[in-house]
DNA sequence: GCAGATGGACAAGTAACTTGTCGAAGCCTA
DNA sequence: TAGGCTTCGACAAGTTACTTGTCCATCTGC
């Protein structure tokens, strides 16, 4: 992708988010691959954000990432085998296994998370940090709640 | 995803960018469906038009799409599948097989264009004209020319 | 006229999903 | 307290959009 594509201005500004987003997360994965943390994707730390966040169980999960639940129990069965979360039974449903994160999980969200901002602030120094702010607000405003129509279709 | 992440404001304008990606997308797609392409996916979109635009054999495409040649072969196949494309033998180079796209693909170019653009009104609706602008802007300098290490790699 | 680059095809593997089905466990209500 | 829905996690199989690797036909430059 990132392609000039001519035509659309509306399809230039997709590609242009698109773009934004490829920029920072392949930043962050050639540093985070250096830093001990090789063969990790950006929906995985994500993930791990939501489970930090509360997103305990795989159903619970799935919910936040608007995938199946089975998505997102294939997504912490990879994350269990980096060692970043490990599971337990829940004591008071013996349904449910507890997802928990690591250690090394902590360690890959803070490090993730300092690159990350590594960018932005690089991203800042470049437009200037009131412009990115508005940028950020402006994006936020546009995306927030918008119609949600095949949700909650999960089992 | 489009989960507020909290911790690494970083993250968070990652996930914002990538949100305002799919919501543009999605809104595209479903209208689309509606418009008698159904099937298609942005990434076919976005390939109809660099093919348009002088992509015109699979290895070339790859190129422009940063994909090996295979990739970009696969999804020519689909696309001549939905009858948007269609191929013929170069006349002047035996190996070659010239993709071009069909009325149809243009139809869909045309239209898919037109929706995108509808998002991107609404979205200038929403936050000012000239501040959309500047968004766009913004996020075309911050993304430019990024380092390309691991380019033309293909065969 | 031949070495090396290039284009396309075929094959197999992978990642990140999906749908469908299942049994075990919990919750709700009459 | 038993019956019936709901929810959780697991297993299986299918799909999509890629990847690597290999191969041969053809073109290009010296």
Chains 1, 2 share one sequence.
Do not use: C
């Amino acid at each position: 992708m990132i392609v000039p594509m001519a035509q659309s201005s509306g399809a230039e500004l997709a590609l242009l988010l698109l773009g934004g987003f490829h920029s920072m997360v392949d930043e962050v994965n050639v540093e985070l691959a250096k830093r001990g943390h090789e063969g990790v994707r950006p929906v995985h730390e994500f993930a791990l954000r939501a489970v930090d966040a509360g997103a305990d169980t795989a159903s619970e999960l799935g919910r936040r990432l608007s995938v199946t639940k089975q998505a997102a129990a294939q997504t912490i069965a990879v994350l269990e085998g980096f060692g970043y979360v490990d599971r337990e039974p829940d004591p008071g449903d013996a349904r449910r296994k507890r997802v928990r994160v690591t250690p090394r999980g902590h360690e890959l969200m803070t490090v993730g998370g300092a690159l990350f901002d590594d960018v932005r602030s690089r991203w800042a120094a470049r437009i200037g940090p009131e412009q990115l702010e508005t940028l950020e607000a402006h994006l936020a405003r546009l995306t927030e709640r918008r119609s949600f129509t095949a949700e909650d279709l999960q089992d």
